[in-house]
């Protein structure tokens, strides 16, 4: 694919950050759970540790630390962020645009739980765009940055990793979509990245392109 005017077969959006306006967000819930039961993590560390990772990550991080978080950590902060999310979730602007022009096919791949991924697209109306086609980290065995979730995604889709284009908004989402050998482009539109230098981030990740508004998709 060229760089500039890229016709790929599979376009795979990641969901927190890219579709949904959601990472401040769940962020927040996490540093508030976890404070619930005595763990101390800001906002901006719970950004830099686990943007785009999954909870599973997020356990294996304290473990690696020799810290072991409750039973009821997961459900407790997966019952937070849907809870949030129902109220307060926002579209990223001009998404909505963007995916009714689309001309190749599209799905989500997304480290985000099912039922979460549902939610956020159903909350701010682009569950239209996707139908079925979502797929999460839950489906497959090692979760971002690892290519596994992306390279599943473009299986069922049909299409080849090398016509595959992937749009991410975190460091191990573009490592990801690199390791499985697709084009990918870093948004850095979300609130998370308006006190971060995004384009430096993401360019340093691999990046082959970073764009911060949905309306400059398709570049000059």
């Keep these: 694919m060229d760089q500039g005017r890229p016709k790929p077969d599979l376009i795979i959006f990641d969901c927190d950050g890219v579709l949904v306006d959601s990472e401040l967000l769940s962020c927040r819930c996490l540093s ?3 404070a619930e039961f005595g763990f101390q993590l800001s906002v901006v560390q719970a950004l830099e540790l686990f943007l785009g990772r999954s909870t599973k990550a997020i356990e294996q991080h304290y473990r690696d630390h020799g810290q072991v978080l409750p039973d009821d950590f ?31 096919p599209c799905c989500v791949a997304s480290s985000s739980d099912l039922d979460r991924v549902s939610l956020s697209l159903d909350v701010t109306g682009l569950a239209q765009h996707f139908g079925d086609r979502l797929y999460t980290a839950q489906m497959v065995r090692h979760g971002k940055p690892a290519p ?25 989402g573009v490592q990801a979509a690199r390791a499985a050998g ?12 308006r006190s971060r230098d995004g384009r430096a981030i993401l360019s340093a990740a691999g990046a ?3 764009f911060a508004q949905m309306s400059d998709f398709w570049g000059a």
């Design 74 to 104: 997961i459900p407790r902060v997966k019952g937070r962020v849907l809870e949030t999310f129902s109220g307060a979730l926002q579209p990223i602007p001009g998404v909505d645009t963007v995916l009714s022009e689309l001309k190749a």
């Design 182 to 193: 697709m084009m990918v482009w870093g948004f850095v539109g979300g609130g998370h990245y």
């Design 208 to 210: 082959d392109r970073v």
């Design 148 to 172: 596994d979730l992306f390279l599943h995604a473009a299986e069922k889709m049909g299409a080849k990793p090398a016509r595959t284009l992937v749009i991410e908004d975190s460091v191990s």
């Design 32 to 34: 508030d759970v976890l």
